[in-house]
């Protein structure tokens, strides 16, 4: 893999001349009206994430603690097994990459290195993909010689995890290749870019690699070898990434998306392709309305925390606090309300069962100080008959 860094000022926007737009509000509807009127383009790509969703399907309990310490912990619930077309077009075509952000009908979507991380969980800070260091040049030879094949594809790699009893250097390094192919970067043909291998030492720690700032920067410059009406043109830059970014950062009408769970976990190819045919059959691509993206609580111990807080190199903002803060509250809000309906229910239906009467105490043994006196905090005098006529 070519490793791509923002550093020329002038070739940064040299991508985007034919694919601004065109004025203002009308003029941006009427261009989505009009696609409506015709065939919905569909945008040619290698950049499938179905590998990593069927590669990350097969891991063990130990691989997946392995995952876990190279800081890429949140895409063990990776869901997207692909994306379609006609949205990837334009969000492709709508990406400006001298904003760094995708245009909507009511303004943009922006892309910084902190969003990357919010959406991925990916590490952001640390080590610098191209810095001068420990660096090992016959790793990607030797990753060859494992395979047999001088090119090699995310489906070769998912069959090779398949084979793994343990999860030692070579898991890792498969799995790093895996997540870059198929999310980041890959060659025209769909096969790995291996440029980038020398960084994976032996002695390299992978979690500590600035991760956000290899992405930004490929989507920074992803759309440099894209020719948008050219049929023949493959798009093989961070793809999945930008269709994520776009659908958890903004709403459509008469799609409501129940938000329990990070977008790369709540979102797959069904999901995608009604939010496709429901924005083209509204009118078209981008009569969206903005959101904030999704932030929830991860069930991670203290040492896990404060190894994700090391990692970023700086505290966070006001700014960012405040958004997972009520990401945080929306969350526990919604997961409550669920929690009293199916309460109810249960009530209604196993009033003697004590199963289910069990869970109920346990429920108010964990947040009864929030929902009652603590004097009058007894869960074992809890029955659900009580909780019953007490919701009610």
């Not at 034919?18 to 009009?34: C, L, P």
Request: net charge neutral.
């Amino acid at each position: 893999m070519e490793v791509k860094q923002v550093t020329d000022s002038a070739k940064a926007g040299s991508c985007n001349n034919k694919n601004k737009k065109s004025g203002g509000k009308g003029k941006f509807q009427k261009a989505n009206v009009s696609n409506s009127r015709k065939e919905m383009p569909s945008l040619r790509t290698r950049s499938s994430p179905k590998a990593l969703w069927e590669g990350i399907k097969v891991l063990s309990d130990d691989q997946r603690k392995a995952v876990k310490s190279m800081g890429f912990g949140r895409l063990l619930s990776f869901n997207v097994n692909g994306v379609p077309g006609g949205l990837a077009f334009y969000v492709v075509d709508k990406l400006d990459t001298k904003t760094m952000s995708i245009e909507i009908e009511s303004g943009s979507v922006s892309i910084t290195k902190e969003r990357i991380h919010q959406l991925l969980g990916v590490p952001n800070g640390g080590d610098d993909f191209v810095a001068e260091g420990v660096v090992n040049a016959t790793v990607s030879k030797m990753w060859r010689r494992v395979y047999g094949i001088s090119e090699i594809s995310p489906a070769n790699i998912v069959n090779r995890l398949r084979t793994y009893t343990v999860a030692d250097w070579l898991f890792r390094i498969d799995f790093v290749m895996l997540f870059i192919t198929t999310m980041i970067d890959c060659q025209k043909n769909g096969k790995c870019k291996t440029s980038i291998m020398p960084v994976f030492t032996e002695s390299r720690d992978i979690s500590k690699l600035d991760w956000c700032s290899l992405i930004y920067s490929n989507i920074h410059e992803c759309k440099d070898n894209w020719v948008k009406d050219d049929p023949d043109s493959y798009f093989t830059g961070p793809l999945t990434i930008l269709m994520l970014m776009y659908v958890d950062a903004t709403t459509c009408n008469d799609m409501q998306v129940d938000r329990r769970d990070y977008a790369l976990a709540e979102w797959n190819m069904s999901k995608l392709r009604e939010r496709q045919n429901i924005e083209f059959k509204n009118g078209g691509f981008g009569v969206v309305k903005k959101q904030d993206l999704f932030v929830a609580g991860e069930d991670i111990d203290e040492g896990e925390f404060v190894a994700e807080v090391n990692m970023t190199e700086q505290s966070p903002s006001k700014q960012e606090l405040v958004s997972k803060l009520k990401g945080l509250i929306s969350s526990i809000e919604k997961e409550k309300n669920e929690f009293e309906k199916m309460k109810l229910i249960a009530a209604g239906k196993y009033s003697d069962d004590q199963e289910l009467m069990c869970l109920v105490k346990e429920y108010y043994r964990m947040v009864g100080m929030m929902l009652l006196p603590v004097s009058s905090l007894d869960p074992d005098r809890l029955g659900l008959e009580w909780v019953a006529s007490r919701a009610l």
